[in-house]
């Protein structure tokens, strides 16, 4: 299995050898982290940490609760909450690794300091489109995850480091970047780096119970609500969105990552391809997008919200009023009638069997023979 090109061998080769000596290094994901941002981060702290190195996690912002079960989150500083500190370790840095994202944009408040500091960049991701200046970049937009992707750095760097605690975090991360190993993203490779994952004795039930069964009574009420009375459905367009404001937030007692998956929710009615969440902040409006088969979310959200992301997820901000919004995304539907009609790809067929038209078309042969029998008799 080489998840590596030649090209990325040689660089963490490299990089291995700039990094043989300790050095300070502050280890960076984007905005809202998720279980691939602060799994490779994580991961790649507990990996330097390993062989000496002073190493710093700062997220731009806090994550979700369901993730502060992992591996010296503790350890892990936030810049929004502890900007002193973390700019102050930004600045002494000789190294910052730039995990799962492709724009210093996407690291919100602390993109500023981290522009300005001289620190050596390694930029480790899997979006389309990087646009982070960094001395080392591994970017590999073919596989789930940045985790995924990480496994092949690390274990090319340093086989023998890999334990428990990092494959955990690899395996949180590539997880929740698959939705569980079902999206589309999700190849043989994929299945490969989770076996060698588990070979280290994680524990994989417990880490799914950690992130998905670990929410509050009012997330559960707050997700009936947004499928009850929230979800407009576009059947023509075969589309849904469901938005939740700060009211309704505030009467659910909505903390970080209450929302997470709610995106998805839509996807499960027949027909339905493409859905979208929109989510009020106090500065701003946060839209997450999600598709199934060949529409790009990854260009609707560039088109219009600025944004970005993966072919069927991606996001985007904007500060306008969210009602204009919601209306602005009603409207742009039709406009992408054609694309989100077109039928789904049809499944892969092994030889000899029978496609669904190939079974209408001989349904309806088998209909005019019977017919014939039945009037020959
Ligand atoms: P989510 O909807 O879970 O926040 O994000 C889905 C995907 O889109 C993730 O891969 C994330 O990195 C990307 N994404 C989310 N928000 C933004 C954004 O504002 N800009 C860009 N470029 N990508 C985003
Ligand atoms: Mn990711």
């Not at 428990?164 to 299945?191: E, H, K, N, W």
């Not at 009936?224 to 939740?244: D, H, R, T, W």
């Not at 079974?359 to 088998?366: G, N």
Request: charged share 25%; net charge neutral; proline share 5%.
């Amino acid at each position: 299995m080489n998840i590596l090109d030649q090209e990325h061998i040689r660089l963490t080769n490299r990089l291995k050898a700039e990094l043989s000596v300790p050095r300070r290094i502050v280890v960076t994901t984007h905005q809202g982290p998720d279980g691939d941002g602060m799994g490779s981060s994580l991961a790649i702290y507990h990996f330097l940490k390993k062989q000496g190195h002073d190493v710093s996690v700062i997220t731009p912002n806090d994550y979700p609760e369901f993730l502060h079960w992992m591996p010296s989150n503790a350890e892990v500083v936030n810049f929004m909450r502890q900007k002193p500190l973390a700019e102050a370790l930004i600045e002494k840095a000789e190294y910052i690794f730039h995990m799962d994202y492709n724009h210093l944009r996407r690291s919100a408040d602390m993109s500023h300091t981290l522009y300005q500091c001289k620190a050596i960049r390694i930029l480790i991701d899997h979006h389309l489109v990087p646009e982070l200046p960094s001395k080392y970049v591994f970017s590999k937009t073919d596989v789930s995850s940045t985790c995924e992707l990480l496994f092949g750095i690390i274990k090319q760097w340093n086989a023998k480091l890999i334990d428990r605690v990092i494959a955990t975090c690899l395996y949180t991360g590539i997880m929740t970047d698959t939705g569980s190993f079902c999206y589309r993203s999700v190849s043989p490779q994929t299945f490969s780096v989770a076996a060698e994952l588990l070979k280290y004795g994680i524990d994989r039930s417990e880490i799914y119970d950690q992130v998905y069964d670990n929410y509050s009574e009012n997330r559960m009420r707050l997700m009936g609500y947004c499928l009850n009375e929230k979800m407009e459905v576009f059947p023509q367009y075969a589309a849904a969105l469901i938005s939740l404001n700060l009211e309704e937030q505030k009467r659910y007692g909505f903390i970080v990552g209450d929302s997470e998956g709610f995106v998805n929710l839509p996807l499960s009615i027949k027909g339905i391809r493409f859905s979208a969440l929109f989510l009020e902040k106090e500065d701003k409006v946060k839209m997450s997008f999600r598709s199934k088969g060949d529409f790009s979310v990854n260009d609707f959200a560039k088109k219009h919200y600025g944004g970005g992301g993966h072919l069927n997820a991606a996001g985007g901000d904007e500060k306008k009023p969210m009602n204009e919004l919601i209306q602005q995304f009603r409207e742009l539907l039709p406009l992408y009638e054609k694309e989100l009609k077109a039928p789904p790809p049809a499944p892969p067929q092994r030889e000899g069997e029978t496609s669904a038209l190939q079974m209408t078309k001989l349904a309806a042969s088998w209909g005019q023979r019977v017919g014939k029998q039945a009037k020959m008799k």
